[in-house]
């Protein structure tokens, strides 16, 4: 049997079905489902010596109790207004000043600090302390107390800058986030700084230890541990073509990621080093601890210097150069993507 409908052109079907909230596929189709990712994130590198001068002026403009917390963000020229540096990742940099307090709350989000520069800083997570020194990768879980100081101009206490690395827009995109201050501007101390690195930091973890959250026990990560750590693999003959000695922070407890949702790596480019392409779906960020050197994105190059910020989108081939020795901290999204079965890599 066959039906006879009456002929409507494709104009007047869409407009039929747009008023009962249905769209045709087959419009879409390629946009939806591309032969390749799609970033809509750039390449894009931020000069630390041309947004420091802003980054400290922000102390002139605003107090850290007023802020809560006084962050330059760092926002992607593909992703405008979404103060987003990758679909899944945000980043900015943090200025607390001398005898100043960044009062104490908690949220969903799961946050990192890199220090970039300064002296006399500390955080505390979760009743503990941690002295910040450049270089440091520091964790503030999701869901934790965590407030931030620096001492005294008297005491010691210099302008401190930290790079922020969270997960705000993968959250936001989930609808799950929740952020909540403390009574007070700072938690109570209920634990001697190092605590959690002595039970965790060794290769040992307290015999009674069950593991009830996925984000590492340690919070604070030393820059001179790493440091050693990849001299020692350079020193050993280590290097790789693509990578140079590049290292991965491990939550100790289990042996995953230290954050459910950002991975973090350090790695060393000697002298002369002449990486190799590769591209990836997880989108990263970076942030040069010593060297100089060259970064090739896609079709954009960027030479870079200590405390540059630059960042790589998903599936842009990368190409990472040394003019002199070089350690690059970074962050990203791998964890979501491989648990998702979504990590693909390749290297030429």
Known sequence: MTINHPVTSRVTYYEKIARSDMAPLWESLHNLVPKSPQPKACP?????SQVRDLVMQAGDVISAEEAVRRVLVLENPGLPGKSSMTPNLYAGL???LPGEIAPSHRHTQSALRFIVEGKGAWTAVNGERTTMHPGDF?????WTWHDHGNLSIE????????LDGLDIPLVAQMDAGFAENYPESTQPVARPEGDSFARFGHNMVPVRHRVSDPTSPIFSYPYERSRAALEALYRGGELDQWDGVKLRYVNPATGGWPMP?????????????EGRTYR?????????????GSVKIGEDKFTFEPHDVFVTPSWVPVQLSASAESVLFSYSDRPVLAALNLLREERS
């Open 94 to 96: 943090q200025l607390i």
């Open 261 to 273: 949702t950002i991975a973090t790596f350090m790695q060393y480019l000697p002298a002369g080093f």
């Open 280 to 292: 990836s779906t997880d989108a990263t960020v970076y942030c040069v601890v010593e060297g100089k």
């Open 44 to 48: 894009a590198i931020w000069k630390y």
């Open 138 to 142: 520091i964790i503030t879980p999701s």
């Open 155 to 162: 005491d010691g206490g210099e302008p401190v800058v930290w």
